[in-house]
């Protein structure tokens, strides 16, 4: 069974950073696309940004220019740099991703358990 394990999140000032990582792990033949969603209290989740495993990109508008997705294939992993952080980019930041099993080659879309960033004005 594929899980991912995230971390990278904790409590930073506003106009600061940090840097996301999410591994995935099991039986795995490929990954398709890779991306960071995050739900905000009171709000539903949305996407931040996805890769794909072309390597094309996707934003939400609201981080465009301060968020950056990127991937290593070689380590089934996910990286998002956040900068210029903004109180409202408080939230829990989850990890997503689909592809096919290595075992049984069935399809699998699998999510992370979250990380929080809380971001301080």
């Known amino acids: 069974q594929v899980q991912l394990v995230e971390s990278g999140g904790g409590l930073v000032q506003a106009g600061g950073s940090l840097r996301l990582s999410c591994a995935a792990s099991?039986?795995?033949?490929?990954?398709?696309?890779m991306g960071w969603y995050r739900q905000a209290p009171g709000k539903q989740r949305e996407l931040v940004a996805a890769v794909t495993s072309g390597v094309i990109t996707n934003y939400a508008d609201s981080v465009k220019g301060r968020f950056a997705i990127s991937r290593d294939n070689a380590k089934n992993t996910v990286y998002l740099q956040m900068n210029s952080l903004k109180p409202e980019d408080t939230g829990v930041y989850y990890c997503?991703?689909?592809?096919?099993?290595?075992?049984?080659?069935?399809?699998?879309?699998?999510w992370g358990q979250g990380t929080v960033v809380t971001v301080s004005s």
């Open positions: 997503n991703t689909d592809g096919v099993e290595g075992a049984s080659y069935r399809y699998f879309e699998v």
């Open positions: 099991g039986s795995i033949f490929s990954i398709n696309t």
